[in-house]
């Protein structure tokens, strides 16, 4: 069986130096906001090419602290409105949600899946103060336009880089762009530890420094709340464990645009549609998603065949139970998407003969 994402294969790399961080911290008698965490933050803003991370307990509390953030710094009110694209993972919604603030959801673009600048206007209202792009399945979207438009606007941007670590324009990361930006480290994702971590990027000290706060019960100074904060710590042993595969990471993302090459190259199907892709860095490939009119079908040929193939996502937010108000919301691109979107595997694990076993596979489906 060509797993969807074998995790353990994947962290089974590093075992050693997996093993001697969590040495490490166990030894040290310091579990919570020690050298670890500052050390990864460091690490990672120095990564993004920014000056401030804060690491937080998962990615949907970085978006909704960010969210928090500019509420408590007054630069966004209770009631703004939140440009977000529609086929994003419910998590970007969700925080924006949480926040008190008002989703607005945007449709993406049928080729590239994430959500063009040109559909932002359309979307503007007097409410409107923030725009939350999402680079899905690893795609930078297009941010020099974003920006343009933003700052023509005067909206903050906060990127949803969930799924996006290192993929850049030029020398800029994803990070880097908006005014401030969410990572998740979720085990699955490009950068994943051991359990759940995120973490927040920005240029902003002001930001990063109420965030803090706010992830620490609203606390500087033990026993002093200033904010009513939240308790959204990332911990000493998921630091320790990200600074080893911070390391890895670039090497990972080559492994994973080798494979997206090769399946670009050699699958030849009518019946599927194939990821653009211009061969740059803007893309650092967490999924592979092709399109296909009888993806259900597509699914069971490759499952039994030996494949592992995952649908991201099945349903749309609007459409789900927790969103009804939405239900009655037209959003067709969006909707036909999760009809025919397919994730095949890829990973920086693949042996090449899995690779070739997934690509003579979808040429013989017909
Ligand atoms: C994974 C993900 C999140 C949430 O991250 P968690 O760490 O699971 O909370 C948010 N947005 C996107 C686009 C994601 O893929």
Redesign the pocket.
């Known amino acids: 069986m060509v797993s969807f994402l074998d995790l353990k294969a994947i962290n089974f790399q590093y075992r050693d130096e997996l093993m001697e961080a969590a040495a490490r911290v166990i030894d040290s008698g310091w579990y919570i906001r020690g050298a670890e965490v500052e050390l990864f933050e460091q690490e990672f803003a120095h990564y993004c090419g920014v000056r401030q991370c804060v690491g937080v307990g998962?990615?949907?509390?970085a978006?909704s602290l960010a969210l928090r953030g500019w509420i408590e710094l007054g630069r966004v009110d209770i009631g703004d409105e939140v440009i977000v694209p529609a086929n994003?993972?419910i998590?970007?919604i969700l925080a924006i949600l949480e926040s008190g603030l008002v989703p607005v959801l945007v449709e993406p673009e049928i080729r590239g899946f994430n959500m063009p600048a040109a559909n932002l206007a359309s979307a503007l209202t007097e409410k409107t103060r923030v725009i939350l792009p999402?680079h899905?399945y690893g795609e930078l979207v297009d941010m020099p336009s974003v920006m343009e438009f933003a700052q023509a606007h005067k909206l903050l941007v906060l990127e949803?880089a969930?799924?996006a670590h290192g993929a850049a324009v030029g020398d800029r990361r994803s990070g880097s762009w908006g005014d401030a930006a969410?990572f998740?480290?979720?085990p699955g994702?490009n950068l994943g530890a051991l359990g759940?971590?995120?973490a927040l990027t920005t240029n902003d000290a002001e930001l990063a420094d109420i965030v803090r706060s706010i992830a620490n019960y609203g606390s500087h100074q033990k026993y002093q709340n200033d904010v009513r904060g939240v308790n959204s710590r990332l911990d000493e042993l998921q630091a320790a464990f990200l600074r080893v595969k911070l390391k890895y990471l670039d090497k990972e993302i080559s492994q994973r645009r080798a494979i997206a090459a090769l399946y670009l190259q050699h699958i030849q199907n009518s019946s599927i549609v194939l990821p653009s892709w211009d061969r740059s860095a803007s893309h650092v490939f967490h999924l592979f998603v092709v399109r296909s009119d009888r993806r259900d079908e597509l699914q069971a040929y490759l499952l039994e065949n030996g494949i592992q193939a995952a649908i991201h996502y099945p349903i749309p937010p609007h459409k789900q139970g927790a969103l009804a108000k939405y239900h009655d919301m037209q959003l067709p691109l969006t909707e036909l998407l999760h009809e025919q979107v397919l994730s095949l595997p890829i990973s920086p694990v693949m042996t090449n003969s899995e690779v070739e076993k997934v690509i003579s596979v979808c040429n013989s489906w017909c």
């Open positions: 998962n990615g949907l509390d978006i994003t993972y998590a970007s999402v899905l949803d969930a799924q969410a998740s480290f979720y994702k759940d971590a995120g």
